[in-house]
């Protein structure tokens, strides 16, 4: 009997997560909760897609803090400690994050239902792992994927590490490429988790400060189009922010591979994956070709990112509150 295309793409994502475990020291699995918290997953859900339906942008937001999160010292959750606690080393306070990542009220909440369901059980870095899945597929992911459990929270974060290791709107293809490859991340990796640039807003700012309009790589009248618009919001109080994917912003798919191909990246970051001469401009035109080969890849991809050194057994604690470890006075804890 014939096997179907998505059928075998299943078996082989299957494979290839079995491999991405046998290659990390750390083992996680996806039934780590099952029997200590199995609410995680229906409390994760019914709050992402609330917040969600809210606001459409938020699923960009959520699946960014996941990444950044891992980015910097691994999946620890070290980048939801507040800086008052930290005396100045937050991460929250770094280049790529201040005044940019957000969605840790939403996170604050999930949190709290789940002290309350299942009180010291469930890692903040675990829990930004499973929101940025739920993120994705609410917003239109159709291959869903799994994720695996067992991350311990940090007691510490580092603001020196968030300024070094994330990238950055300007970056060029190697430096992306070098970037990813520290954490143990390859090209295809790259371009995949780039796609989540599919949904999501961007300001003005960080389009100039991405050299978007003067990237000879990208199409001279979208250029144009984003200058325009950037301008006429300059010097307004709540100036509007510019949709990543100009296609379709809110749903995740892969027209932001399309993008690329017709020159139309946002920043001189996304264009690069295809102006870029080497085998990424393959991959590109792949995934801008089959949605279904994104979606697999985007899924695996994320599996790798969540393997990112990540405390376990007796590393780290498991926090009561995002925002503080557990020894912070009762004063700096999470507010609602």
């Known amino acids: 009997m014939a096997i179907s295309r998505a059928r075998a793409r299943v078996v082989v994502a299957l494979i290839l997560v079995k491999f991405v475990i046998l290659v990390n020291a750390q083992v996680l699995t996806t039934e780590f909760y099952d029997e200590s918290c199995p609410e995680i997953y229906s409390i994760v859900k019914e709050e992402v897609q609330k917040a969600v339906e809210a606001e459409k942008r938020m699923a960009a937001s959520l699946i960014r ?112 490429k070098a970037n990813f490859e520290f954490q143990g991340l390859d090209e295809t990796d790259l371009i995949a988790l780039s796609g989540a640039h599919t949904i999501g807003r961007v300001r003005c700012i960080v389009i100039t400060v991405s050299n978007s309009s003067t990237d000879p790589n990208i199409n001279a009248a979208f250029r144009d189009t984003l200058i325009k618009a950037c301008d006429t919001a300059n010097g307004t109080i709540d100036p509007p922010l510019q949709n990543l994917d100009v296609k379709t912003p809110d749903k995740f798919d892969n027209n932001y591979f399309k993008n690329l191909r017709r020159g139309e990246g946002v920043l001189t970051s996304d264009q690069t994956l295809q102006s870029t001469p080497g085998p990424n401009v393959g991959i590109v035109k792949d995934f801008a070709k089959n949605k279904e080969n994104f979606f697999t890849q985007y899924g695996l991809s994320s599996i790798k990112m969540g393997y990112i050194r990540p405390l376990t057994g007796d590393q780290g604690e498991i926090r009561k509150n995002c925002r503080a470890v557990n020894s912070a006075p009762s004063s700096l804890v999470a507010y609602q």
């Open 65 to 176: 803090l996941h990444f950044h999160d891992c980015f910097v010292n691994g999946c620890d959750g070290s980048l939801l400690l507040d800086d008052p606690i930290l005396g100045g080393t937050g991460e929250k306070l770094s280049r790529s994050n201040l005044n940019s990542t957000r969605g840790f009220e939403v996170i604050d909440t999930i949190k709290t239902r789940l002290e309350s369901a299942c009180p010291n059980t469930v890692s903040c870095a675990d829990l930004l792992a499973i929101a940025a899945r739920d993120s994705a597929v609410q917003v239109g992911l159709t291959d869903t994927y799994p994720v695996y459990f067992g991350r311990r929270d940090s007691l510490t974060a580092s603001i020196d590490e968030a300024n070094l290791r994330l990238p950055t709107p300007n970056s060029n293809y190697s430096v992306l």
